[in-house]
C-alpha cells in the first residue's frame, strides 16, 4: 500500500515536498505525474538501498529524491517550481532492482496527490 502526502497550491518558483509512505516488500519507488487527457510521465525514482536514483530530464537540478528507510517513506523535495510541473502525482513501488522510469514495472500505486503551480 501506497499513500501519498503534500501536494497542494504554490506559486511559481516556490518548494513543496511530497511524500511517499509504503508498506509491503518493495525494492524501489518512483513518482510519476500526470495532466488529464495526458499520459502519465516519469518524475523520479529510488532504490530503498539507495544505490540507484533516476530524473527525469525535465526536473533535474529542481527535484530531489530521498528514502528514510525506518520510517518507509520515500520523499520528493521540489523546487524552483514551474507552471507546467502542475498535475497529479503519484508514487509506484517496483520489485526492480534498479531506479526504472518504466511505468510497466511497477505493480503498486498510491491515489495521488495534486500539485498545483500558479505564474
Known amino acids: 500500500q501506497l499513500v501519498e502526502f503534500g501536494g497542494g497550491l504554490v506559486q511559481a518558483g516556490g518548494s513543496l515536498r511530497l511524500s511517499c509512505a509504503a508498506s509491503?516488500?518493495?525494492?524501489?519507488v518512483g513518482w510519476f505525474r500526470q495532466l488529464p487527457g495526458k499520459e502519465r510521465e516519469f518524475v523520479a525514482a529510488?532504490?530503498?538501498?539507495?544505490?540507484?536514483?533516476l530524473y527525469a530530464d525535465s526536473v533535474k537540478g529542481r527535484f530531489t529524491i530521498s528514502r528514510d528507510n525506518a520510517k518507509k517513506t520515500v520523499y520528493l523535495q521540489m523546487n524552483g517550481l514551474k507552471p507546467e510541473d502542475t498535475a497529479v502525482y503519484c508514487c509506484?513501488?517496483?520489485?526492480?532492482?534498479?531506479?526504472?522510469?518504466?511505468?510497466?514495472?511497477?505493480?503498486?500505486w498510491g491515489q495521488g496527490t495534486e500539485v498545483t503551480v500558479s505564474s
Open positions: 509491503g516488500r518493495t525494492v524501489s
Open positions: 529510488i532504490t530503498w538501498g539507495g544505490s540507484s536514483i
Open positions: 509506484a513501488a517496483s520489485l526492480v532492482i534498479t531506479a526504472t522510469s518504466i511505468y510497466d514495472r511497477y505493480r503498486y
